[in-house]
């Protein structure tokens, strides 16, 4: 398939022809230079296809210069380092490597999905819609797989990716999205005024198309004279180049999103620990877009066979990479700019002619076309290509505008084609955050219109196509954004710039250019290439009513490939509006949407991956409590210590241990979890009464207080004790995982709803260890700790606080218990928190002390009957449906959820009510959300009454002990209710109250 | 049905005149002066509630006005899972009716809407996550419904690309499945049923933004559009994240909040997985198209808005999430990524019915999971509409149920809801 080398053996301003470097494509090894890509090295070795098309299979190759490319599409890398559909326009090579082909089976030459081409008579625009519906089944099993396996394009890597990505953050006063000669311009201007400036170019070298341009500025051409200031800019203090770089997106008030390929194209670099890529979140006080132009294709019959190129892409191979696409080449036009790429073919020695759909052009480049000798044939357009891998031939035909059919042609041979049909003002940043565009006649394109943002547009992003006029605008614009963002600027001094350039002619559209024979009868008209959409797609959506240019699009898929319609957006509104009789402008466009290219997932996600995903939050103990054999629960962030299982010992030995620990001598729990939010100020006693369901103005100080929390519908949301510091101060404590939520819910009040209260709302979780140290014999563990406060029962009650020293720990001891046994939650500042808890293990000794774990702690509470909110509350629950209606203030004028609780629905008789269960076997353990049935029937649906919240095998009771949710509950005590398990298993229990240990509580107050 | 119907044959029969003598999907009528009723806003909802209405109930003088294009909504904008395992018993009738209404669809529209069963899993993560789909499973059990837990080795063979490190951040516990969820092509939803109802005579009308209802006391008379004034005595409104200020041209005040949901895709690569994933405790979910992008999506943006633009926070965490879930997609790219305006009730389900004006309907608050719902919420608005009276199935979704108390709460299951 490789035919001869294309490699000119002059030019190429990329390329160090002095570094040779081989990779590999398709399995073929393809030299190249340094500065390569792998579109110009694999065209120079002759290759001309690179893939095939996403529907239709048909062989395509390069069109465009860059980022626009959407036919070569390739995958490059190897197993878990593999990354699919990049453009080879934009891939720099390097030495060893591995490229391939996509989507094409067998190889790329053979490739039998091109069956789907010989097809493609029946299968036009949303012909799925039509069909694939019969029968029924046949959708899932038969027609879907052999669809999904023929789509997609590349395929995913293997494995976990080896790379590691950041991201970085930066604010500037001006960020200037591209580098051409607008962009450098700009952001020279703005710097020199002073301003922190930002320039970013998605290509490895800042000068955008100024070397493909027309124009000598100071008597150079323009690239030569603006590389110096290129250069310059690097060493400017105040100014910050980011190349291979894309600004991907705009969002709200000009934040920006940019997406850095740092070692992409260097394995040195990664190997050397440099990122694979970065991405950068920039705040910016200005933006100046300077992002450039597209170039259109035109759409002529066949125009998608491999070596059909834009114009731009031809100039670009031969001035960048000294590389000709072929020997002998048709240019084909309806603007001058793609005149100029006949004269670089020319000059590069390559036999070229151009077709010009114009009747009068009358630019000065035409002239110089007549000038050179080239030879151009005027009101002509191509009509068909021979050729299927390759371009063979072309046939020329007269044409007059809005002519539909060919009426005399000529066959040429060649062996490729440049087409320009215009060029498109690359605005998708603009409108990425609300900018409007407008309609330009002259460029038969949009250009930016106004924005919300503080933004602007320069040079050809903004529809000026004159080098003098792009010098004007971008330099002006570079100090207006300057003088706007800085309290002084420096005073600039214009240097004294002369451009000569060539008097352009007018563009005039071409949409369409006829065929030989009718060109909906087999002749395929392609606008968007890589997608398969036709011309004649395009107009049997509107025939068919899907009108507005969002419905052309979806059943079409026009403008939905990998490029998002960067070169067939427009070219699609031109077609619509001729078939309609309506101007592009009524037609509309469809949403720009970020990303301008595709960047990759491990980009966004940065170092955010593996243990920094929601890093692990861990207390003071964590390590112990690895060390001791802890299992883990995630709870929240946190990771709490599950239970500790000894040598030779299963979970559930284990947690009975733990629990039995408790009940008979005592244990040691890492709380300190636990949210606690400290709360002070003058308001604080009035604030916790409005948050809370019962009141805590009464609580005295060095007391603590159980309480209920609901939203503002009356249920349950969060509970705990909170205890009073001082007459102002308080400290609350929360669930664990509603730690982060109940501070955010108090903000939100205070700083939206109750704004009078001058209250302080500190989280301080983090700032404490906290453990409890629970059963019969905790005094006497406490006492070896030193106390230097008095810890008899009177002296110390349950629901009452010390703070003070334990030996030489400085702690706050809470007398609380979610146990049910005699405990005391002892606290100290997180830096204590390992010896203070390797302390009170030590002091335990003698008494048999031995930690527990949550699962432990669990069971105890739920043989307590003690509520967990989320397990026997679910965002539906009163404080009545778990049997704490005495907890709700009948006397507080207000509190949060109080009006709800009237609602007639939360009152009335019947609700589902916290029950105990024990079940008829004592061996059975309900499972847990297990639902009971109103009448047992042997199969489906059944009538629900309620379901398990918790459920556990309770050691203090030698039996299993379960809680639930039960329709009217509380009235039904003594009933045994059905559980029809899956698989046909009846379990059934017996309902009883909640509280199924130590009923009169004597324990906890001993 | 009176268009010609589309098959194979059609297909065949078209091609050999290159498909030039297709007929339109749906006319572009101008509106009538006057309609029985008239649905605002054709998404989804609207579009299948005018279908049902002249199926079902044989009224064919109506319209569907939108004042866009039909199907831009949400309902062109959302990740199509299809699932019915809900947890509350109003939810499951609702849900489960759409699902089975959406097996037989494609026959149904003579439109293929390409619902595929491909199955749907979410993700137990944690203990509690783990518990509280354990308790929808045994509900959705005695329902009647084909779900089951399923254990972490099981997941894994359905998703192979999973991440089954029980080391990793959040390891996976296990998961609760529906075979019988899936996915479904949202444009083809919303042109098979306007290709359907404009069949029968329904007039669809877009380019026509309702500004203003009119009432003669407590009765609906007629809209103001941008078309001019449509009398009626019958309004239906389906607009979604719109519907607050819709129903506030008619002094009805809703209680619902709008927010922004994003989704995005990938470039398209060859298949890598079969099925929907939801993974609720880091807020991502995924699942791959036909045409092979990977279809993503997550948590809402936490502030109200109607830009149709959200975060990039929440994006960026969405993505971060899935890459711990499915390591692969770290090198694919992201394409494109959008939001739309979802309708948020306080509970996460529906409001259905009757409003407190005569002849006004509603039906919103799909919030983030409504797509699933469509031909089942169509069929019972209908009805509802048609005879001046709740379907059965939409009894519990009224709007009282905020001043009586009477929620369906459905976030105290799963996180997210789609
Ligand atoms: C990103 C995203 C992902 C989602 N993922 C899923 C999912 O995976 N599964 C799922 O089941 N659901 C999902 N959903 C939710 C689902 O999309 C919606 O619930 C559903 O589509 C709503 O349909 P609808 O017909 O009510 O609303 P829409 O489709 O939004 O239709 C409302 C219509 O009303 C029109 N309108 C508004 N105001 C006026 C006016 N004044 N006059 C006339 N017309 C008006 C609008 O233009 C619009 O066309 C998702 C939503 C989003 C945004």
Same mark, same amino acid.
């Given at each position: ?36 890509? !792998? ?76 069956? &789907? ?136 008030? &000009?934040?920006?999103?940019? /997406? ?48 059909? @190129? ?77 050729? $299927? ?33 215009? #060029? ?76 000569? %350039? ?30 398969? !959409? ?16 969002? /419905? ?18 427009? &070219? ?69 210590? =599950? ?10 030995? *284990? ?6 620990? !408790? ?63 001082? %007459? ?20 939100? #009040?205070?700083?939206?709803?109750? $704004? ?68 005391? %939650? ?19 000794? %003698? ?36 049997? @704490? ?18 609602? *007639? ?46 459920? =556990? ?54 | ?169 959040? +390891? ?129 943006? +936490? ?116």
């Amino acid at each position: 398939m490789t035919g001869k080398p294309y490699r000119l053996t002059e030019g190429g301003s990329r390329i160090d022809r002095n570094s040779r470097m081989t990779f590999s494509f398709d399995g073929r090894d393809v030299q190249g230079f340094a500065g390569d890509t !792998v579109a110009s090295a694999v065209l120079a070795s002759g290759q001309k296809i690179f893939g095939r098309s996403f529907k239709y299979h048909r062989p395509r190759g390069v069109v465009g210069l860059g980022s626009e490319e959407m036919n070569a599409l390739i995958g490059v890398g190897a197993d878990a380092r593999h990354e699919p559909n990049l453009r080879a326009t934009q891939v720099e090579i390097f030495g060893g490597m591995v490229a391939e082909s996509q989507n094409r089976w067998p190889s790329l030459t053979y490739d039998m999905g091109a069956i &789907n081409s010989k097809l493609s008579r029946f299968i036009p625009g949303g012909f799925y819609y039509k069909t694939f519906k019969w029968p029924q089944a046949f959708w899932k099993h038969v027609y879907e797989p052999i669809i999904r396996r023929a789509a997609g394009l590349g395929r995913a890597a293997t494995g976990c990716d080896p790379d590691t990505y950041e991201h970085m953050h930066l604010h500037c006063d001006v960020l200037v999205a591209g580098g051409g000669l607008a962009g450098i311009l700009a952001a020279e201007a703005a710097a020199k005024a002073g301003a922190r400036v930002v320039l970013i170019d998605e290509n490895p070298v800042l000068g955008g198309i100024a070397d493909l341009t027309a124009g000598m500025i100071n008597g150079e051409c323009a690239a030569d004279w603006l590389k110096p200031t290129a250069d310059a800019l690097q060493m400017m203090p105040n100014m910050r180049v980011l190349s291979r770089t894309t600004v991907v997106g705009h969002y709200h008030h &000009n934040y920006l999103m940019a /997406h850095e390929r740092v070692g992409d194209h260097d394995p040195a670099l990664l190997a050397a620990g440099a990122p694979r890529q970065r991405k950068w979140k920039i705040r910016a006080k200005r933006v100046i877009m300077a992002t450039g132009a597209i170039e259109r294709p035109i759409a002529f019959a066949n125009n998608d066979r491999p070596n059909i @190129m834009l114009a731009s892409a031809a100039r670009g191979l031969i001035s960048r990479y000294g590389v000709s696409p072929g020997t002998q080449g048709i240019v084909f036009t309806n603007n001058d700019d793609a005149y100029l790429t006949a004269f670089a073919l020319q000059k590069a020695g390559v036999n070229v002619q151009i077709v010009d759909s114009r009747a009068r052009p009358d630019g000065d480049l035409v002239k110089r076309a007549q000038e050179e000798g080239i030879p151009v044939s005027l009101s002509s357009v191509i009509s068909a290509v021979a050729g $299927t891998q390759a371009v063979r031939a072309v046939k020329i035909a007269a044409y007059r505008k809005g002519q539909g059919r060919v009426i005399t042609e000529r066959k040429v041979d060649c062996d490729f084609i440049a087409m320009s049909g215009g #060029w498109n003002p690359a605005l998708h940043l603009w409108a990425h955050n609300g900018g409007k565009i407008r309609f330009d006649d002259s460029l038969q394109s949009f250009r930016p219109d106004t924005h919300p943002d503080a933004i602007t547009a320069v040079g050809a992003a903004n529809g000026t196509m004159s080098v003098a006029e792009t010098i004007s605008e971008a330099q002006a614009a570079g100090e207006v954004a300057a003088k706007s963002v800085l309290k002084k600027a420096k005073a600039a001094k214009p240097a004294k710039i002369e451009v000569k %350039e060539p008097k352009r002619g007018a563009l005039e559209p071409l949409w369409f250019a006829p065929a030989t024979g009718h060109y909906n009868e087999g002749n395929k008209h392609f606008i968007d290439f890589q997608n398969d !959409v036709t011309v004649a797609d395009l107009e049997l959506a509107q025939r068919e009513g899907y009108e507005s240019v969002e /419905h052309t699009k979806r059943y079409t898929t026009l403008g939905m490939a990998t490029d998002q319609g960067k070169t067939s957006n427009l &070219n699609g509104l031109g077609v619509l509006a001729e078939a309609t009789g309506k101007t592009i402008p009524e037609i509309g466009v469809t949403t720009f949407r970020p990303p301008y290219t595709p960047y990759s997932f491990g980009a966004i996600a940065g170092a955010l991956t593996n243990d920094l995903f929601l890093p692990v939050r861990r207390t003071a103990v964590f390590q112990w409590h690895t060390d001791q054999g802890a299992t883990w629960e995630p709870v929240g962030q946190w990771r709490r210590a =599950y239970t500790y299982t000894g040598v030779g010992e299963e979970k559930h030995q *284990s947690i009975t241990r733990e629990i039995l620990s !408790v009940r008979n001598k005592v244990g040691l729990l890492d709380a300190s979890t636990l949210g606690k939010i400290e709360i002070k100020g003058p308001d604080a006693a009035e604030f916790l009464d409005r948050i809370y369901t019962n009141t805590f103005s009464t609580l005295k100080v060095g007391r603590c207080r159980y309480g209920l929390m609901m939203n503002e519908l009356g249920f349950l949301s969060d509970d705990g004790v909170t205890v009073r510091l001082g %007459e102002d101060h308080f400290l609350m404590h929360t669930t664990s995982g509603g730690a982060d939520r109940i501070a955010a819910w108090l903000e939100e #009040w205070l700083q939206t709803e109750w $704004t009078q209260y001058k209250v302080f709302v500190t989280p301080v979780t983090e700032q404490w260890s906290q453990f409890a140290l629970a059963g019969p014999q905790a005094r006497e563990v406490l006492e070896k700790l030193e106390p230097d406060f008095e810890i008899t029962n009177e002296a110390f009650p349950h629901m009452s606080f010390k703070i003070g020293k334990l030996g030489g720990f400085p702690v706050r001891v809470y007398r609380i218990s979610f146990s049910g046994e005699l405990s005391y %939650e002892i606290a100290a500042p997180a830096g204590y928190g390992l010896s203070l808890w390797q302390a009170i293990m030590e002091a335990g000794a %003698e008494f048999g002390i031995g930690p527990y774990g949550t699962e432990a702690l669990h069971v105890l509470r739920a043989e307590k009957g003690y509520i967990v909110i989320g397990d026997e509350t679910d965002g539906t629950t009163t404080p009545d449906d778990v049997g @704490m209606a005495g907890m709700v203030s009948k006397k507080k004028t207000d509190f949060l959820g109080k009006r709800s609780l009237e609602q *007639s629905e939360l009152k009335r008789d019947g609700r589902k009510q916290l029950v105990g269960l024990l079940t008829e076997e004592p061996n059975d353990i309900l499972p847990d959300g297990a639902h009971a049935v109103a009448d047992l029937k042997d199969k489906p649906p059944m009538k629900m009454i309620g379901h398990v919240t918790s459920s =556990y095998m309770s050691p203090s009771l030698g039996r299993s002990i379960a809680m639930a949710l039960i329709e009217n509950g509380r009235a039904r005590m003594g009933e045994t209710i059905a559980f029809p398990l899956a698989g046909g298993k009846v379990m059934k229990a017996k309902i009883i109250g909640t509280v199924f240990y130590d009923k009169d509580g004597g324990r906890i107050n001993a | 049905m009176l268009k010609p119907r589309y098959s194979i044959f059609s297909l065949a029969r078209n091609a050999m005149n290159y498909h030039k003598d297709w007929e339109r999907a749906w006319r572009s009528p101008s509106p009538k002066a006057e309609y029985d009723a008239v649905i605002v806003g054709a998404g989804g909802h609207g579009l299948a509630t005018a279908y049902y209405l002249a199926k079902n109930h044989k009224m064919t003088n109506i319209a569907v006005v939108e004042k866009g294009w039909l199907g831009g909504g949400n309902t062109g904008r959302n990740t199509t899972i299809i699932r019915s395992n809900y947890l509350q018993d109003p939810s499951i009738a609702i849900y489960e009716l759409a699902r089975t209404l959406y097996e037989g669809l494609s026959q149904e529209l003579n439109y293929n809407v390409m619902f595929s069963p491909r199955g749907v899993l979410m993700l137990c993560q944690t203990q509690h996550e783990l518990r509280a789909f354990q308790r929808t499973a045994h509900a959705n059990r005695l329902a009647g419904l084909d779900c089951r837990m399923i254990t972490p080795a099981e997941v894994k063979e359905i998703v192979p690309i999973i991440n089954d490190d029980p080391n990793c951040r959040y +390891p996976i516990l296990g998961a609760y499945y529906q075979p019988r969820g899936g996915t479904g092509r949202h444009d083809a939803v919303a042109w098979g049923y306007a290709r359907g109802a404009d069949d029968m005579g329904v007039d669809i009308i877009q380019n026509c933004e309702v500004t203003g209802i009119q009432r003669d006391g407590n009765q609906v008379m007629g809209l103001e559009t941008s078309r001019g004034v449509i009398k009626t005595k019958k309004v239906g409104v389906v607009t979604a994240g719109n519907v607050s200020t819709v129903m506030d041209m008619a002094g009805v005040r809703m209680p619902i909040e709008s927010l922004c949901l994003q989704a995005l895709v990938s470039e398209p690569i060859k298949p890598v997985i079969d099925c929907v994933v939801m993974a609720n405790t880091v807020h991502g979910y995924m699942s791959q198209s036909d045409k092979g992008e990977l279809v993503i999506g997550g948590g809402t943006d +936490p502030y109200n808005n109607y830009s149709q633009r959200g975060s990039f926070a929440s994006l960026e965490h969405t993505i971060t999430a899935l890459i711990e879930t499915f390591p692969i997609i770290s090198r694919l790219r992201m394409l494109r990524h959008w939001g739309g305006i979802v309708d948020m009730t306080g509970d996460r389900s529906p409001i259905i019915g009757k409003t407190p004006v005569d002849g006004l309907y509603v039906n919103c608050g799909w919030g983030t999971g409504g797509f699933k719902a469509i031909p089942g919420s169509g069929w019972v608005f209908a009805d509802t509409l048609a005879n001046d009276r709740p379907h059965k199935i939409a009894e519990a979704f009224s709007m009282e149920r905020f001043t009586e108390g009477r929620f369906i709460d459905e976030s105290v299951a799963a996180a997210v809801a789609h």
